[in-house]
Structure formats: structure tokens, C-alpha cells
């Protein structure tokens, strides 16, 4: 069973792996993919339509996912994050 702090806030339809942890504070939105091994540290977000593979961290304030930051994306269409195993969303 995954570990989430009950400050943590989960969308029923995220999917995660059975032991994922996410931190307090933290956000998981719908469509979530989330998988074994991954750890999200305090108040990290992960947008809708993020995957993660497994054995991934994301760091506290971390944001992954989301609307690209191009002015002339039509925020309409459906963007997708994908992201393999082993990498570390850090702040340095």
C-alpha cells in the first residue's frame, strides 16, 4: 500500500504503485500514473496526464506536468508528461 501523508492530496483516479510515497502537502491530480519505487517529497505536484516510471524522485516544489509555456499552445488540446525510471526532479 502506498505511504501518503494525510496532508497529501490524491485524485481517485491517480494510479500508484504499492510503494510509492508522497509527501505532506503534495499534490497528485487525475490521471496520474505513478510507479514503483517513486517518491514525491513535500508539497511536490504532479499535473494531469503525468507518468512516471519507476524509481523517480521529485523533489519538494517540484512541478511536473501541466500546460507547455508556449503562447501559442492551444490549451484545448491534451498534453501528456512522460517520464522513464531512475530520474531525480531536484532542486540544486
Given at each position: 500500500?502506498?505511504?501518503?501523508?494525510p496532508?497529501?492530496?490524491?485524485?481517485?483516479?491517480?494510479?500508484?504503485?504499492?510503494?510509492?510515497?508522497?509527501?505532506?502537502?503534495?499534490?497528485?491530480?487525475?490521471?496520474?500514473?505513478?510507479?514503483?519505487?517513486?517518491?514525491?517529497?513535500?508539497?511536490?505536484?504532479?499535473?494531469?496526464?503525468?507518468?512516471?516510471?519507476?524509481?523517480?524522485?521529485?523533489?519538494?516544489?517540484?512541478?511536473?506536468?501541466?500546460?507547455?509555456?508556449d503562447?501559442?499552445?492551444?490549451?484545448?488540446?491534451?498534453?501528456?508528461?512522460?517520464?522513464?525510471?531512475?530520474?531525480?526532479?531536484?532542486?540544486?
Amino acid at each position: 500500500m502506498p505511504k501518503i501523508h494525510p496532508t497529501a492530496f490524491v485524485h481517485p483516479t491517480a494510479v500508484l504503485s504499492d510503494d510509492v510515497e508522497i509527501g505532506a502537502y503534495s499534490i497528485v491530480e487525475a490521471d496520474v500514473v505513478i510507479g514503483p519505487g517513486t517518491v514525491l517529497y513535500d508539497h511536490a505536484i504532479l499535473r494531469r496526464y503525468t507518468t512516471l516510471g519507476q524509481n523517480n524522485t521529485v523533489d519538494s516544489y517540484a512541478v511536473l506536468g501541466g500546460l507547455p509555456q508556449d503562447f501559442k499552445f492551444n490549451p484545448k488540446t491534451i498534453s501528456y508528461l512522460r517520464v522513464g525510471t531512475t530520474t531525480c526532479f531536484a532542486r540544486e
